[in-house]
């Protein structure tokens, strides 16, 4: 019997359902508001997730879940600060009353931190630099935990950067550093529990935080290479990497934890291409 429009429509939806990677999973996404994070937030939501955006501005963060709403998709913008245990645990307890569970944490909130040699960084700088790129991870983590440990399912992706030495950014690089072992740590420990655990370095992307390093001037961190990184065009779209954070986040990935994946290797990108 031949099918009318509508019941080839049901049948098109259910196909295309079937092949979005996060259909029905909720993923909260930190620093979601532009940049990498945006990047993610906007595919998870095109892959099916329903999705929580955490980040300090408001503006931004509804922008975002605006542009999700346009295309019917569930979202949840929570204004945070993620270096703030209270105003974390508060987020997660929203998340968790709008949609029930949490399925996916994207550690991604960042800030660059003071651009100056390690004699002149004032305390204040380095602790607020640690605590927004390296204890907000923690703190997501340890506010989600309860509930992946329960439900024993869960998929954690810290955000991280390159393991090489850049002068005068030793606050924020410190901070990186600290989350790859974080997530090594925190891999070990949730195996058991079936929560997947791993850290990216995003290559470097054209987002405000690199237009920051740029403009901070040659002397302090060397523009020359991040405009010449721009004309070769190697200063990429968050939209690649963000490709790497959905894979790690979907089932193909279930069988990979503790690794810190550079989207800058061949393989990774190999990896990327076969999505
Ligand atoms: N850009 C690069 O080339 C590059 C390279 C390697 C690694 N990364 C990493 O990739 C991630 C994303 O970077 P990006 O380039 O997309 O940076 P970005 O454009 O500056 O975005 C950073 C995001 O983090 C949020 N954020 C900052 N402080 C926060 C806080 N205390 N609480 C909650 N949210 C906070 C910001 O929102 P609010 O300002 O509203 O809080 C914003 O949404 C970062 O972890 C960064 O370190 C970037």
């Known amino acids: 019997m031949k099918k009318g429009l509508p019941g080839r429509v049901f049948e098109l939806i259910i196909i295309f ?39 300090t501005h408001p503006e931004e963060i509804e922008h975002v879940a605006t542009e999700l709403r346009v295309l019917r998709k569930q979202v949840l913008a929570v204004p945070t600060d993620v270096s703030d245990e209270e105003q974390v645990n508060r987020m997660v307890r929203k998340a968790l009353d709008s949609f029930g569970t949490v399925d996916i944490l994207v550690n991604n909130a960042g800030v660059r931190g003071p651009i100056a040699p390690i004699h002149e960084i004032p305390i204040a700088e380095w602790d607020h630099t640690l605590r927004v790129n390296l ?23 810290n955000i991280a950067t390159t393991l090489t030495p850049r002068p005068n950014l030793t606050a924020y690089m410190v901070a990186k550093a600290g989350m790859i072992h974080f997530t090594k740590q925190l891999s ?19 987002t405000r935080m690199q237009e920051e390093i740029r403009q901070a001037g040659p002397k302090a961190i060397g523009t020359d290479m991040f405009e010449r990184l721009k004309e070769e065009g190697m200063l990429r779209s968050p939209d690649e990497p963000a490709r790497l954070v959905l894979f790690l986040a979907s089932r193909a990935a279930d069988g990979i934890t503790g690794e810190y994946l550079s989207f800058d290797d061949k393989e990774t990108k190999f990896l990327i291409s076969q999505m």
Do not use: W, Y
Request: aromatic share 2%; hydrophobic share 45%.
């Open 17 to 55: 359902e079937k092949v979005m990677r996060l259909q029905n999973k909720v993923a909260i996404i930190t620093g979601a508001g532009r940049g990498l994070g945006r990047s993610i937030a906007l595919l998870f939501g095109k892959e099916g997730a329903r999705v929580v955006l955490a980040a």
């Open 135 to 157: 204890t907000s991870a923690f703190l997501c983590t340890k506010a989600v935990l309860p509930t992946m440990i329960e439900k024993k399912q869960g998929k954690i992706i």
């Open 188 to 206: 070990r420990e949730v195996k058991e529990h079936n929560i997947q655990a791993n850290c990216i370095h995003p290559g470097v992307m054209d």
